[in-house]
């Protein structure tokens, strides 16, 4: 019996070693996480007036459209690496019902369309911004705070990581000094991370997300 106790408790500090690199590794992935959104959030096309697209042309439809296809290159990317997370953010679901909500948007957009750039040039922008936006934030951020977090803590750092990527990034619309789009961006934040949390997929967000952008253009 002797014998056998160095070796028990030998074995047990072995465990607690193992689970402690565990833990570091985790909130590691969490970190690296979180510096990897706000990377990619950067290249969200149209966010920024000296974005990649700018870089390149000073043509507004050139840049955006650069910017566009940038985008939809890297979230196919991330979606293929992400299998895991993808099963559960697209999930059959009735919601999936709802994408007939843009869809019909669209097909009106013709009629009330006024901004400067072609009518079909706005809807590709949207649909890839929408899904890079929704897809990077409350699809993958929110998937890899929740190996970690509580659903509190991951609903709250969410929607404040979202937030930050607005008032950051455009302070001019959404930094402190103006108060109330700031505070909206933050509500929407949570709004959204709130219904990521309770449904599990993403098919209500994008569909109403690029839903507002298809009625108010």
Known sequence: MTSSQPSMASQRGKGSAVRTSGSHRGWWVIVAAVVGWFALW???PGLLSNGVGHLLTDDLAASVGIETL???VLAVMLVLTHQRFNRVLFAPSW???LYALPLILAIALPLHYDLVLPVFLYMVWMTVS???QDYLTFGLLQSYLGRRLPTWGVVASTAVIFWL???LFIPERFGLANWVPSLAILGLGLALASLRSWLKTLHLILALHLS???LFA
Do not use: N
């Open 42 to 44: 950067s290249l969200t």
């Open 70 to 72: 940038l985008a939809a």
């Open 95 to 97: 919601s999936v019902w």
């Open 130 to 132: 929408v899904f890079w």
């Open 165 to 167: 990527g607005h008032a």
């Open 212 to 214: 507002f952008y298809f």
